[in-house]
């Protein structure tokens, strides 16, 4: 399964962003994967955790660099995951990759426990 993320692009500190994840194969149903999730690597650092959401949707978390400012969502019927995040700041910009475990439908943090990856999108905050 490939996934693609987009939305990344240039935005302005203080402003909103919203990045998507679809499969890239449309017949590809997301009610076939486990728990998802978003990552960020920006130049020079390790992938760093963002969010993850269980695949109900009843459940998520989020990496205390972004809590309150990041909303994880999915909707399996869409066969999209969105990730929504206020108030962006220049540290918040990095290739931001989504990501799906394979069936175990639970949240985690652990990017060895996601087995789907997409290409990742790139977002920069200009200060």
């Known amino acids: 399964v490939q996934l693609q993320a987009s939305g990344g692009g240039l935005v302005e500190t203080g402003d909103p962003l919203k990045l998507s994840c679809t499969p890239s194969d449309d017949s590809f149903s997301f009610n076939s994967l486990g728990g998802m999730g978003w990552f960020r690597q920006a130049p020079g650092k390790e992938r760093e955790f963002v969010a993850s959401?269980?695949?109900?949707?009843?459940?998520?978390i989020y990496a205390d660099s972004v809590k309150g400012r990041v909303t994880i969502s999915r909707n399996n019927a869409a066969n999209t995951l969105v990730l929504r995040m206020n108030n962006v700041k220049p540290e918040d910009s990095a290739n931001y990759y989504c990501?799906?475990?394979?069936?175990?439908?639970?949240?985690?943090?652990?990017?060895?426990?996601?087995?789907?990856w997409g290409q990742g999108t790139l977002v920069t905050v200009s200060s």
């Open positions: 990501a799906s475990r394979r069936s175990t439908r639970t949240v985690s943090a652990r990017a060895v426990e996601y087995t789907y």
């Open positions: 959401i269980s695949w109900s949707g009843a459940t998520t």
